[in-house]
Protein backbone atom coordinates (compact mmCIF):
# COMPACT_ATOMS: atom_id res chain seq x y z
CA UNK A 1 0.00 0.00 0.00
CA UNK A 2 1.31 3.56 -0.84
CA UNK A 3 2.16 5.60 2.16
CA UNK A 4 0.38 8.93 2.20
CA UNK A 5 2.39 11.75 2.17
CA UNK A 6 0.04 14.55 1.04
CA UNK A 7 -3.61 15.57 2.74
CA UNK A 8 -6.37 17.96 2.03
CA UNK A 9 -10.03 16.98 3.33
CA UNK A 10 -13.17 19.21 3.76
CA UNK A 11 -14.65 20.34 7.01
CA UNK A 12 -18.23 21.34 8.04
CA UNK A 13 -21.09 19.82 10.58
CA UNK A 14 -22.76 17.82 9.01
CA UNK A 15 -20.32 16.24 6.12
CA UNK A 16 -21.18 12.48 6.63
CA UNK A 17 -23.35 13.59 2.83
CA UNK A 18 -20.42 15.38 1.35
CA UNK A 19 -19.63 13.95 -2.24
CA UNK A 20 -16.18 15.91 -2.00
CA UNK A 21 -13.47 13.26 -1.07
CA UNK A 22 -14.84 11.42 -4.09
CA UNK A 23 -14.28 14.22 -6.30
CA UNK A 24 -10.81 14.86 -4.97
CA UNK A 25 -9.39 11.46 -4.44
CA UNK A 26 -11.03 10.71 -8.29
CA UNK A 27 -8.94 13.54 -9.43
CA UNK A 28 -5.35 12.36 -7.65
CA UNK A 29 -5.80 9.04 -9.25
CA UNK A 30 -6.28 10.61 -12.72
CA UNK A 31 -3.48 12.76 -12.04
CA UNK A 32 -1.36 9.93 -11.16
CA UNK A 33 -1.03 11.35 -7.39
CA UNK A 34 -0.69 7.68 -5.95
CA UNK A 35 0.70 9.24 -2.39
CA UNK A 36 -2.09 11.78 -1.59
CA UNK A 37 -5.55 11.26 -0.18
CA UNK A 38 -8.42 13.49 0.76
CA UNK A 39 -10.79 13.02 3.24
CA UNK A 40 -13.77 14.90 5.76
CA UNK A 41 -13.97 15.90 9.58
CA UNK A 42 -16.91 17.20 10.92
CA UNK A 43 -15.89 20.58 12.35
CA UNK A 44 -18.40 22.88 13.19
CA UNK A 45 -17.03 26.96 14.21
CA UNK A 46 -15.88 26.39 17.69
CA UNK A 47 -13.07 23.56 17.14
CA UNK A 48 -12.16 25.23 13.58
CA UNK A 49 -9.46 26.86 14.61
CA UNK A 50 -7.65 23.52 17.18
CA UNK A 51 -7.99 22.05 14.14
CA UNK A 52 -6.03 23.83 12.08
CA UNK A 53 -3.39 24.63 14.56
CA UNK A 54 -3.08 21.14 14.94
CA UNK A 55 -2.72 20.09 10.98
CA UNK A 56 1.41 19.42 10.21
CA UNK A 57 3.01 20.09 7.16
CA UNK A 58 1.44 16.59 5.04
CA UNK A 59 -1.84 18.97 4.92
CA UNK A 60 -1.93 21.28 1.50
CA UNK A 61 -5.61 22.57 2.25
CA UNK A 62 -9.08 22.97 2.89
CA UNK A 63 -12.26 22.68 1.40
CA UNK A 64 -14.82 24.78 3.31
CA UNK A 65 -18.42 23.98 3.68
CA UNK A 66 -21.14 25.47 6.19
CA UNK A 67 -21.25 27.07 8.54
CA UNK A 68 -17.42 27.89 8.08
CA UNK A 69 -16.66 29.86 5.06
CA UNK A 70 -16.91 33.08 7.70
CA UNK A 71 -15.07 31.50 10.34
CA UNK A 72 -11.83 30.54 8.48
CA UNK A 73 -11.59 34.14 7.07
CA UNK A 74 -9.33 35.64 10.20
CA UNK A 75 -7.24 32.79 9.82
CA UNK A 76 -5.68 33.68 6.67
CA UNK A 77 -5.54 36.44 3.90
CA UNK A 78 -7.66 36.39 0.57
CA UNK A 79 -5.74 34.78 -2.47
CA UNK A 80 -8.39 36.15 -5.03
CA UNK A 81 -10.64 38.24 -6.17
CA UNK A 82 -13.76 36.84 -5.11
CA UNK A 83 -12.38 35.52 -1.38
CA UNK A 84 -11.39 39.58 -0.66
CA UNK A 85 -14.49 41.18 -1.94
CA UNK A 86 -17.28 38.39 -0.21
CA UNK A 87 -15.56 37.82 2.53
CA UNK A 88 -16.47 34.34 2.03
CA UNK A 89 -14.05 31.24 1.49
CA UNK A 90 -14.70 27.65 0.68
CA UNK A 91 -11.10 27.11 -0.35
CA UNK A 92 -7.43 27.37 1.91
CA UNK A 93 -4.42 26.56 0.86
CA UNK A 94 -1.23 25.92 3.60
CA UNK A 95 2.12 27.30 2.41
CA UNK A 96 4.57 25.88 4.74
CA UNK A 97 7.79 27.20 2.72
CA UNK A 98 8.38 29.50 5.40
CA UNK A 99 9.48 27.12 7.86
CA UNK A 100 7.81 28.57 10.23
CA UNK A 101 5.53 26.35 12.76
CA UNK A 102 2.07 27.35 11.43
CA UNK A 103 1.66 27.72 7.43
CA UNK A 104 0.78 30.64 5.90
CA UNK A 105 -2.64 30.04 4.34
CA UNK A 106 -4.42 31.43 1.06
CA UNK A 107 -7.85 31.59 0.64
CA UNK A 108 -10.10 31.15 -2.46
CA UNK A 109 -13.37 31.51 -3.08
CA UNK A 110 -14.25 28.90 -5.69
CA UNK A 111 -17.99 28.69 -5.96
CA UNK A 112 -18.37 32.00 -7.81
CA UNK A 113 -16.60 29.94 -10.43
CA UNK A 114 -18.59 26.73 -9.78
CA UNK A 115 -22.04 28.50 -10.25
CA UNK A 116 -21.34 30.39 -13.41
CA UNK A 117 -19.36 27.08 -14.96
CA UNK A 118 -21.92 24.65 -13.50
CA UNK A 119 -24.68 26.79 -15.40
CA UNK A 120 -23.07 27.84 -18.72
CA UNK A 121 -21.69 24.42 -19.26
CA UNK A 122 -25.09 22.44 -18.60
CA UNK A 123 -26.82 24.96 -21.43
CA UNK A 124 -23.57 24.46 -23.87
CA UNK A 125 -24.20 20.71 -23.52
CA UNK A 126 -27.99 20.74 -23.47
CA UNK A 127 -28.08 23.33 -26.25
CA UNK A 128 -30.46 25.66 -24.11
CA UNK A 129 -30.53 28.82 -25.04
CA UNK A 130 -32.00 31.83 -22.32
CA UNK A 131 -34.20 34.42 -24.73
CA UNK A 132 -33.22 37.41 -24.84
CA UNK A 133 -36.01 39.51 -23.19
CA UNK A 134 -35.51 38.06 -19.90
CA UNK A 135 -31.76 37.06 -19.99
CA UNK A 136 -30.41 40.29 -18.06
CA UNK A 137 -32.76 39.46 -14.68
CA UNK A 138 -31.80 36.46 -12.27
CA UNK A 139 -33.35 35.58 -8.88
CA UNK A 140 -32.06 33.97 -5.72
CA UNK A 141 -33.54 31.92 -3.74
CA UNK A 142 -32.25 32.10 -0.23
CA UNK A 143 -30.08 34.56 1.57
CA UNK A 144 -27.04 33.03 3.20
CA UNK A 145 -23.56 32.74 2.47
CA UNK A 146 -23.64 30.75 -1.00
CA UNK A 147 -26.09 33.52 -1.79
CA UNK A 148 -23.64 36.16 -1.59
CA UNK A 149 -21.75 33.83 -3.98
CA UNK A 150 -24.47 33.39 -6.45
CA UNK A 151 -24.94 37.20 -6.50
CA UNK A 152 -21.44 37.14 -8.13
CA UNK A 153 -21.62 34.83 -10.42
CA UNK A 154 -24.73 36.32 -11.67
CA UNK A 155 -22.74 39.73 -11.96
CA UNK A 156 -20.70 37.65 -14.59
CA UNK A 157 -23.23 36.38 -16.64
CA UNK A 158 -24.51 39.56 -18.00
CA UNK A 159 -27.33 40.55 -15.22
CA UNK A 160 -28.14 43.29 -14.56
CA UNK A 161 -30.94 42.96 -11.93
CA UNK A 162 -31.41 40.30 -9.37
CA UNK A 163 -34.51 39.57 -7.47
CA UNK A 164 -33.89 37.84 -3.85
CA UNK A 165 -36.19 35.85 -2.46
CA UNK A 166 -35.98 35.36 1.23
CA UNK A 167 -38.27 33.92 4.11
CA UNK A 168 -36.14 36.40 6.05
CA UNK A 169 -36.43 39.89 4.01
CA UNK A 170 -33.93 42.04 6.36
CA UNK A 171 -31.23 39.08 5.75
CA UNK A 172 -32.08 39.32 2.12
CA UNK A 173 -32.02 43.61 1.82
CA UNK A 174 -28.54 43.05 3.44
CA UNK A 175 -27.18 41.81 0.23
CA UNK A 176 -28.59 44.74 -1.81
CA UNK A 177 -25.43 46.66 -1.42
CA UNK A 178 -23.41 43.91 -2.95
CA UNK A 179 -25.43 43.46 -6.00
CA UNK A 180 -25.66 47.15 -6.44
CA UNK A 181 -21.76 47.20 -6.14
CA UNK A 182 -21.71 45.24 -9.13
CA UNK A 183 -24.36 47.57 -10.81
CA UNK A 184 -27.19 45.53 -10.68
CA UNK A 185 -30.31 46.59 -9.57
CA UNK A 186 -31.87 44.97 -7.04
CA UNK A 187 -35.98 43.61 -5.31
CA UNK A 188 -36.77 41.52 -2.47
CA UNK A 189 -40.08 39.45 -2.29
CA UNK A 190 -41.07 36.86 -0.30
CA UNK A 191 -41.09 33.38 -0.97
CA UNK A 192 -44.69 33.37 -1.93
CA UNK A 193 -44.38 35.28 -4.99
CA UNK A 194 -41.72 33.52 -6.59
CA UNK A 195 -44.30 32.01 -8.89
CA UNK A 196 -45.32 35.25 -10.30
CA UNK A 197 -41.39 35.89 -10.70
CA UNK A 198 -40.27 33.24 -12.47
CA UNK A 199 -41.71 33.82 -15.38
CA UNK A 200 -39.47 36.85 -16.07
CA UNK A 201 -36.70 35.56 -15.10
CA UNK A 202 -33.45 34.35 -17.09
CA UNK A 203 -31.24 32.44 -14.44
CA UNK A 204 -32.74 31.03 -11.21
CA UNK A 205 -30.11 30.25 -8.29
CA UNK A 206 -31.47 28.27 -5.57
CA UNK A 207 -29.54 28.31 -2.16
CA UNK A 208 -31.45 26.78 0.14
CA UNK A 209 -30.43 23.56 2.06
CA UNK A 210 -31.83 20.12 1.08
CA UNK A 211 -35.80 20.15 1.10
CA UNK A 212 -36.28 23.61 2.15
CA UNK A 213 -37.37 24.84 -1.39
CA UNK A 214 -40.19 21.95 -1.58
CA UNK A 215 -42.67 24.42 -0.80
CA UNK A 216 -41.72 26.11 -3.20
CA UNK A 217 -41.37 23.23 -6.01
CA UNK A 218 -45.78 23.00 -5.10
CA UNK A 219 -46.29 26.49 -5.70
CA UNK A 220 -44.66 26.35 -8.70
CA UNK A 221 -46.70 23.07 -9.88
CA UNK A 222 -49.83 25.14 -10.43
CA UNK A 223 -47.79 27.29 -13.53
CA UNK A 224 -48.87 26.21 -16.86
CA UNK A 225 -46.18 24.07 -19.04
CA UNK A 226 -43.93 26.08 -21.32
CA UNK A 227 -44.48 29.65 -18.63
CA UNK A 228 -40.96 29.31 -17.74
CA UNK A 229 -38.13 30.80 -20.16
CA UNK A 230 -34.95 30.78 -17.42
CA UNK A 231 -32.72 27.96 -16.26
CA UNK A 232 -32.59 26.63 -12.73
CA UNK A 233 -29.48 26.05 -10.83
CA UNK A 234 -30.36 24.02 -7.46
CA UNK A 235 -27.83 23.59 -5.41
CA UNK A 236 -28.40 20.52 -3.00
CA UNK A 237 -27.82 17.56 -4.58
CA UNK A 238 -29.27 15.37 -2.47
CA UNK A 239 -32.12 14.33 -2.75
CA UNK A 240 -31.41 13.70 -6.89
CA UNK A 241 -33.55 15.40 -8.73
CA UNK A 242 -34.65 18.12 -5.97
CA UNK A 243 -38.41 18.66 -6.06
CA UNK A 244 -37.97 21.95 -7.11
CA UNK A 245 -35.70 20.58 -10.22
CA UNK A 246 -38.22 17.83 -10.95
CA UNK A 247 -41.03 20.70 -11.33
CA UNK A 248 -39.08 22.43 -13.03
CA UNK A 249 -38.65 20.22 -15.65
CA UNK A 250 -41.70 19.32 -15.54
CA UNK A 251 -42.69 22.86 -16.73
CA UNK A 252 -40.87 22.25 -19.55
CA UNK A 253 -37.81 24.06 -18.40
CA UNK A 254 -33.80 23.17 -17.98
CA UNK A 255 -32.64 22.30 -15.08
CA UNK A 256 -29.12 21.92 -13.19
CA UNK A 257 -28.08 20.12 -9.93
CA UNK A 258 -25.39 20.88 -7.24
CA UNK A 259 -23.46 18.12 -8.07
CA UNK A 260 -22.51 20.45 -11.26
CA UNK A 261 -21.51 23.47 -8.82
CA UNK A 262 -19.53 21.04 -6.70
CA UNK A 263 -18.15 19.50 -9.37
CA UNK A 264 -16.91 23.00 -11.00
CA UNK A 265 -16.02 24.73 -7.82
CA UNK A 266 -13.85 21.68 -6.89
CA UNK A 267 -11.54 21.81 -9.48
CA UNK A 268 -10.03 24.92 -9.09
CA UNK A 269 -9.57 23.83 -5.53
CA UNK A 270 -7.17 20.52 -6.69
CA UNK A 271 -5.04 22.60 -8.84
CA UNK A 272 -4.40 25.39 -5.92
CA UNK A 273 -3.88 22.25 -3.02
CA UNK A 274 -1.49 20.17 -5.57
CA UNK A 275 0.24 23.45 -6.78
CA UNK A 276 -0.87 22.28 -10.59
CA UNK A 277 -1.24 24.72 -13.04
CA UNK A 278 -4.82 25.24 -14.53
CA UNK A 279 -3.04 24.19 -18.01
CA UNK A 280 -1.22 21.30 -16.98
CA UNK A 281 -5.00 19.39 -15.50
CA UNK A 282 -5.85 16.29 -17.41
CA UNK A 283 -7.70 16.80 -20.63
CA UNK A 284 -11.60 16.45 -19.81
CA UNK A 285 -11.17 15.74 -15.74
CA UNK A 286 -14.68 17.29 -15.49
CA UNK A 287 -15.97 14.21 -17.41
CA UNK A 288 -13.74 11.66 -15.38
CA UNK A 289 -15.36 13.17 -12.00
CA UNK A 290 -18.51 13.77 -13.61
CA UNK A 291 -18.12 9.73 -14.47
CA UNK A 292 -17.86 8.31 -10.91
CA UNK A 293 -20.47 11.19 -9.36
CA UNK A 294 -22.86 9.52 -11.59
CA UNK A 295 -21.84 5.93 -10.08
CA UNK A 296 -22.85 6.87 -6.55
CA UNK A 297 -25.99 9.62 -7.04
Not at 59 to 73: N, Q, V
Request: proline share 6%; net charge negative; no cysteine.
Amino acid sequence: MTEIRHRAAVLGKPISHSLSPLIHNTAYKAMGLADWFYDSHEIDERSLADFVGELDSSWHGLSLTMPLKKTIMPMGEPANRWAEKLGVANTAVFDWSTGAPNPRIRLYNTDVAGINLALTNAMKRHHVSVPDEVRSNGLIIGSGSTATSAIAALSTMQVQHVTIAARHPEKAHALAPLAQSFGMSVDVIAMGQIPEAVPNIGIVISTLPSRAADSTAVQLERLQKGSLPGVLLDVVYSPRPSELIRVWRQLGAAAVGGEEMLLYQAIPQIAYMTGTDFDKLPPHLDSTIRAALEEVL
